[in-house]
């Protein structure tokens, strides 16, 4: 006889929301249902406990196949499967044959994308022997010259690698060198993929100062584009950088405005210039920043491929031009000194986001970049993280993977919203330029970085190793930074050498094209460029005579690029350098009163809170009595006793301990756990200084600790 086979889910009863809410209500005991289920965001969305297809049904998306307009689901109809993203990983090696070593190292194992950085001195269009001290090998490799380029990408087929140059202000003088390389070389720029180019607005708003005006440089990239659009159709030479507004301390909302704003500024430039929209679209290059607010992440590469195809239809683009082609690294904002092994799990969350966003391009921080070198061992982490994201997750046969989520959907929809009104607002500003010169984009991204800074202090959010489970024992690091200042002298005798190697006869050649130059049209200047660049001439060279009567840019405010764990790392070397020349001002001494059990949670957050500030925290003995609280803490030495404690046991034995502590000679600085009630007169009266409880401001409460003990100075 055969059993009838009946689907398991029919033997229970259908589930519906309301039914799921009044158990989820049940389990909350009285605490309402709107402040526990539900998240507000930094960027002003409510994040809901639970979404169904209902938030999703009204999206104009919904029905989208991945490569249709708008592009939330991808730029591609197969995904990944049509084109994986480049591993692009970023070098930092300070010179030429540093950065050889290293790429040709990692192109064998796993890297197929180039990202060559130059350093502060040559993105700012000078040789070493021109630049400040400091500048030379900072942030990138110091290059200046073809043979120099040459060595920095010798052995490379540059047919088949993609390379991303991040040249700032010099990229029509690199673009000439590269130019003079492929010439050289026999190879053919018609089929170099990459980017090349750089963002006048954010260079503006991180640096405050150009070193041209803002005018010129569009001008220079106006040459470069029209010149790419023939020469190097695979190259993308007007980038738009994110890390600007990120690394300031903009939330996503307001990150993603001002760089959609940026780029419409960047077309609209180019507009002027006599560029056709054909010619501009296909050009931009989005350099997004990915943190560590894992869906927001995702939703926010969603949301900039919408609004890019948004902004192209309203110029009367066909819906193929609306593909936005995105390079995106995880973010240096959420990378931490401290615990900073740490780092490789939050990049790791960022580069899944990223490829679960869809980007085009990935570049992976190392671990220790902040405040090193990456070496062999940290750059292969990196890049093995994306390896993995492919090899072992397999993102790379999945189109869309976070497509059809009803909760990414709707935040996407609710990101693009928000992003949308934070564009218009700039736009009826007068442009992000017009605010940048009135400072009123600093402000909004001042402001939202003190709110970021506020959530970590008072613990709203987190940064695991650095505001919360801190290893209080946790040994000093050894960095790896090049000498600036003998790099710098190297540099600059390199530079005195290559100009007075050359015979007379060769130097002649140098300026008399430079001089060409001077007088050549838009529609020459690249090949006079090139042509100076085959005979010798330096980026520091081409620079000048490129902008020898250029007008100089009004400065403005400049966004300081930020690190969240900053203040915090801060306060940890302020009380660790205090300690070494008075320990008692690197110690807390918990005076644990009445029962052990009780007040162990409130324990252990006494211990979390300042062992943040890396102080050394004695929290082993309780007491019944504060005779025997006092004689601990004379004991210990600590400069600072920290009640802890019931609130029915601060009641009997607080004042009493208080009293008797601030009897000591010296007397220390006494606070309780805990935020009192009705008898914080009291106790303010027996000697207690402060207190702290949950809704303390960490930084607040340890600065003014810092500072009553004397640990700044």
Not at 242 to 252: V, Y
Not at 281 to 286: E, I, T
Not at 501 to 525: N, P, S, W, Y
Not at 579 to 584: G, I, L, Q, S, T
Request: proline share 4%; net charge negative; with cysteine.
């Amino acid at each position: 006889m055969t059993q009838e086979y009946k689907p398991l889910l029919d033997a229970f009863p259908p589930a519906d929301l309301e039914t799921w809410r009044q158990e989820v209500e049940r389990l909350l005991r009285g605490a309402p249902f709107a402040k526990k289920m539900f998240t507000e965001t930094l960027e002003g969305i409510t994040v809901g406990p639970m979404y169904t297809a209902k938030d999703t049904e009204h999206l104009p998306w919904s029905a989208h196949f991945p490569g249709q307009a708008p592009f939330v689901r991808g730029t591609h109809a197969a995904g990944y499967a049509q084109q994986g993203w480049r591993v692009g990983q970023e070098f930092l090696s300070p010179t030429v044959e540093e950065f050889n070593e290293a790429v040709r190292d990692d192109l064998k194992r796993g890297q197929n994308a180039i990202c060559l950085k130059l350093d502060r001195a040559t993105q700012l269009g000078m040789d070493p022997d021109q630049a400040e001290k400091g500048t030379v090998g900072l942030d990138g490799t110091s290059l200046s010259s073809l043979a120099e380029l040459e060595t920095a990408l010798d052995g490379i087929d540059l047919e088949k690698t993609m390379l991303c140059l991040q040249p700032g202000s010099s990229a029509l003088p690199m673009a000439a060198l590269l130019a003079a390389l492929f010439d050289r070389k026999g190879a053919k720029l018609e089929k170099l993929e990459g980017s090349l180019g750089c963002d006048p607005v954010s260079g503006l708003a991180c640096k405050g100062l150009l070193p041209v005006n803002m005018s010129q440089l569009f001008d220079e990239l106006a040459v470069l584009t029209r010149w790419a659009q023939v020469n190097a159709p695979g190259v993308a030479t007007l980038p738009v950088h994110e890390l600007t507004w990120h690394q300031g301390g903009a939330d996503s909302a307001l990150s993603l405005g001002l760089t959609l704003a940026t780029a419409v500024e960047t077309v609209r430039a180019m507009e002027q210039r006599d560029l056709s929209l054909e010619e501009t679209m296909g050009k931009v290059r989005f350099r997004m920043v990915v943190g560590t607010d894992f869906f927001m992440e995702i939703a926010k590469l969603r949301a900039l491929r919408v609004l890019w195809s948004d902004v192209a239809a309203a110029c009367g683009c066909p819906a193929e031009m609306g593909r936005a082609t995105v390079h995106a690294q995880t973010s240096p904002r959420c990378l931490t000194v401290l615990d900073t092994h740490v780092n490789i799990l939050r990049t790791t969350t960022m580069a899944m986001s990223a490829v679960m966003g869809g980007v085009d391009s990935l570049q992976v921080s190392a671990f220790d970049e902040v405040d090193s070198i990456p070496d062999n061992f940290s750059r292969r982490i990196a890049r093995n993280i994306q390896l993995m994201l492919a090899e072992e997750c397999h993102f790379d046969q999945v189109a869309d993977p976070a497509g059809g989520s009803w909760y990414v959907e709707k935040l996407t929809a609710d990101l693009a919203e928000k992003a949308w009104t934070v564009f218009q607002e700039i736009e009826a500003g007068g442009g992000v330029v017009a605010g940048l010169l009135d400072g009123s984009i600093q402000k909004r991204v001042a402001d939202q970085a003190e709110k970021r800074i506020d959530r970590l202090a008072t613990g709203r959010d987190v940064l695991v190793g650095t505001t919360r489970y801190v290893n209080p024992a946790e040994p000093e690091r050894q960095v790896r930074r090049p000498d600036l200042d003998a790099l710098h002298a190297r540099r600059a005798q390199d530079m005195v050498r290559q100009r007075t190697a050359a015979a007379h006869e060769d130097h002649l050649m140098v300026l008399k094209r430079l001089e060409k130059i001077m007088t050549a049209d838009q529609e020459t200047l690249m090949s006079a460029l090139i042509d100076a660049a085959v005979q010798g001439a330096t980026v520091g060279e081409l620079t000048g005579i490129l902008r020898h009567d250029a007008d100089t840019q009004r400065q403005v405010e400049l966004i300081p690029l930020r690190r969240d764990a900053q203040p915090f790392e801060e306060l940890r070397h302020a009380v660790k350098s205090a300690a070494r020349r008075d320990p008692a001002r690197g110690k807390i001494f918990c005076a644990c009163l009445g029962n052990f059990a009780g007040y162990m949670p409130r324990l252990d957050f006494v211990r979390g809170f300042f062992q943040v500030g890396g102080f050394e925290v004695a929290s082993d003995t309780f007491y019944t009595q504060p005779d025997e609280a006092v004689a601990g803490a004379r004991a210990f030495g600590a400069a600072v006793v920290v009640l802890v404690g019931l609130d029915s046991t601060y009641a009997e034995l607080g004042c009493a301990t208080a009293q008797k502590l601030k009897a000591l000679s010296p007397a220390p600085t006494i606070l309780m756990a805990g935020k009192p009630q009705e008898n914080e007169e009291a106790f303010l009266a027996a000697g207690i200084d402060g207190f702290i409880h949950v809704r303390s401001n960490l930084l607040d409460e340890l600065g003014a600790l810092v500072r009553s003990t004397e640990v700044g100075e």
